[in-house]
């Protein structure tokens, strides 16, 4: 199905718009069919918010609306986990949930495996339990929602401050700054799609930078996101002159040593356990990707 908006539709959320189109399904339904990228506005995926605009071309694929993500037996690093949540080490090389393109081989399909039905569906097929992501070659510590609840509690919480995610990174070239903020506006990169950018207009993107260890060339920092925009300490430290280690979307360059895209991983995570607000405070070690080239340039 394809409908075109045109100048005479008022400008309202895209969810409410096919409502009237989609008169068999629920909103809620409708809703998590866009998010599961089954609904298209001018080739692209919105979320269910997406206020439709004259011209706009969107188009609805019956069979999409189907689909279903498999299980798979892969392998979890749980690092902790209640009734109501758990969190995952997710490992560098990993989607963090299937895209129209990739649908196995993801951290989705190997919660589907462990716990069936006992994940959230708030965002929908292709995000079951899913809160937030990381990018394919991020590794590190990811929350993951058992039940509906505890996926609003935990969204509430991130929207209030109360989670703070910290991150380690490689950046190329000595930063002399001990600590320092990174308050720049980012937005999607309108002559490349696919990246994000600083630029005038974009939201509100916060990150406290601390520096852990100068060497050579290159300084090991420690990354606490204020705000969570996607690619955003990729963005920020690139916008500095100081991209991270072999991140060549953002500008890195030629590497010394191979490693699968950005040094990056979240490695401290604290958040209120639902539903009583003990906070949970858990770290992890370095990755290998890590250490193999805090090594090289150690020696």
């Not at 400008?11 to 339904?29: G, P, V």
């Not at 996607?230 to 920020?236: F, K």
């Not at 072999?246 to 356990?273: C, H």
């Amino acid at each position: 199905m394809r409908l075109l908006v045109d100048e005479l539709t008022e400008e309202k959320r895209i969810d409410s718009y096919l409502a009237d189109y989609m008169q068999d399904y629920s909103r809620s339904k409708i809703q998590s069919e866009i998010k599961n990228a089954s609904v298209l506005v001018n080739s692209k995926t919105v979320k269910p918010s997406y206020i439709v605009k004259d011209g706009d071309v969107i188009d609805i694929n019956p069979k999409d609306l189907s689909t279903k993500i498999l299980p798979e037996n892969i392998p979890l690093d749980i690092v902790w986990e209640d009734e109501n949540m758990l969190v995952v080490n997710k490992p560098s090389g990993m989607l963090t949930h299937p895209t129209t393109i990739e649908q196995s081989g993801t951290l989705v399909n190997a919660l589907l495996f462990r716990y069936g039905d006992g994940l959230s569906d708030i965002n929908g097929e292709f995000r079951k339990g899913i809160l937030h992501r990381l990018d394919r070659n991020t590794s590190g510590l990811l929350m993951v929602a058992k039940n509906n609840a505890a996926h609003e509690y935990l969204v509430e919480k991130m929207k209030a401050g109360k989670i703070t995610k910290k991150y380690l990174a490689v950046v190329k070239g000595v930063i002399e700054e001990d600590d320092f903020i990174i308050d720049k506006p980012i937005g999607r990169n309108s002559a490349q799609p696919h990246k994000m950018a600083v630029i005038p207009g974009g939201k509100e993107s916060i990150s406290k930078v601390k520096i852990i260890e100068r060497f050579k060339d290159a300084t090991l920092v420690e990354i606490h996101l204020i705000t969570g925009r996607t690619h955003q300490i990729r963005v920020h430290m690139s916008s500095i002159g100081h991209p991270v280690y072999n991140d060549t979307l953002y500008g890195f360059g030629k590497m010394k040593i191979k490693t699968e895209d950005q040094v990056l991983e979240a490695y401290k995570l604290s958040f209120p356990r639902p539903y009583n607000g003990e906070i949970i405070s858990l770290e992890i070690d370095k990755d290998e990707k890590l250490k193999k080239v805090l090594k090289f340039l150690s020696d």
